[in-house]
């Protein structure tokens, strides 16, 4: 008998503000026809002023724990996955713990850019095997509009704000891949390609905030491989093999980049979970919305197996499978 860590409940926020590629257009030197075909981004959503990285977090870590069927107070850990916090320090994990009326446990923030929700998912896991914790909210939530510099039309148009949660408690299995919960996690990262996404500022270095510098090409060049790469990982060591995966829900950064690592994966494009049409790039946020999504509209069911995997600023990326 092995303790996993089992999805208990999903939820997601997106701020009510929708900018469309052709309200961009009229901004920078862009078209709705070149994010369509270069990223398949269509829209995205922009958080409202006063509208903080905490408050979207809360809303979806709320719809999660409805979905669960439990209060905050059932939660031993919050885990925030996030690069946009409400500040410097303290984490925006307890400031979503305090508003969520959580009075015990911990809360703190991931930081791994795109891969966080990942990154967060295997904490989480990790937390919960060594028998530490048996509930934990794990979030995704970005602001992320709000380090983009608007007028770098290769970065403006591809960015969005929005937020997502699983809850995630500790049960019992076999110790096989029959078993619900997480079955594996595959982290990594290679500081060498800092420069290749980054954020020009930061307390330490500028003393401002800063905004997102990307090498897009160079970037896209790495995520099919790497992605590709976490996923395979995933598979082996679970004995698995691509057919058996019910549903694959990559992060969401560009469809041709969901494309090509589901080619070379020779997934089939039925079982591909796909938001960045209408949410664009969320970032941390990005996985836990599409997982939300699917598993809301009845796609996701329980006992299915789940693929997800992210890549972003470092590099760092990795992959975690779920039995639903
Ligand atoms: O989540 C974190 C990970 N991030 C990513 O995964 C992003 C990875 N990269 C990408 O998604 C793509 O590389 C981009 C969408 C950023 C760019 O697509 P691309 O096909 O790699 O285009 P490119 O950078 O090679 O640029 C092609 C052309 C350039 O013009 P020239 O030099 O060929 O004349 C750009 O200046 O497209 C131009 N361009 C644009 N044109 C219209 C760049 N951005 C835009 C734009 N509208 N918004």
């Known amino acids: 008998m092995v303790r996993r860590s089992v999805v208990a ?6 701020p009510a503000r929708v900018l469309t590629n052709d309200e961009l257009a009229r901004q920078v030197d862009t078209s709705d026809a070149w994010i369509v075909e270069r990223t398949g981004i269509r829209q995205r959503h922009v958080a409202a002023d ?19 069927g439990f209060g905050a107070d059932a939660v031993d850990m919050v885990l925030v996955a996030t690069s946009t916090p409400n500040e410097t320090f303290p984490a925006t994990a307890t400031i979503v713990q305090a ?9 703190f923030d991931i930081q791994a850019v795109c891969a966080g929700f990942v990154y967060g998912v295997a904490t989480a896991d990790n937390f919960i095997k060594a028998g530490q914790v048996d509930t934990v909210l794990v979030i995704g939530a970005e ?8 007028t770098d039309r290769s970065t403006c148009v591809l960015f969005g704000d929005g937020a997502g949660a699983l809850v995630l408690q500790a049960g019992v299995g076999e110790g096989t891949v029959a078993d619900r919960g997480v079955l594996s996690s595959h982290l990594y990262s290679d500081g060498r390609h800092h420069d290749m996404l980054y954020v020009d500022g930061g307390p330490s270095s500028t003393g401002k905030v800063g905004v997102l510098k990307m090498a897009g090409r160079d970037v896209f060049k790495h995520a099919v491989i790497k992605m590709a790469e976490a996923t395979e990982a995933a598979l082996s060591a679970n004995e698995l093999q691509a057919a058996d995966v019910d549903w694959f829900v990559p992060h969401q950064a560009n469809r041709r980049i ?26 941390a946020a990005s996985i836990p919305l599409a997982l939300a999504e699917a598993a809301g509209d009845g796609r996701i069911e329980r006992g299915q197996l789940v693929l997800i995997e992210a ?4 590099l760092a990326w990795g992959s975690n499978l779920i039995r639903w």
């Open 9 to 14: 409940g999903s939820g997601s926020y997106l």
């Open 50 to 68: 006063g509208e903080l990285t905490s408050d979207l977090a809360v809303r979806a870590a709320q719809a999660a724990l409805d979905k669960a």
């Open 99 to 107: 508003q969520l009326g959580m009075h015990r446990g911990l809360a």
């Open 143 to 150: 602001t992320f509009t709000r380090i983009l510099d608007w």
């Open 258 to 283: 969901i494309d090509g690592t589901t080619k070379k994966l020779g997934l089939d494009r039925e079982k591909v979970v796909i938001t960045v049409d209408r949410h664009a790039n969320t970032s």
């Open 311 to 314: 890549l972003g600023g470092g």
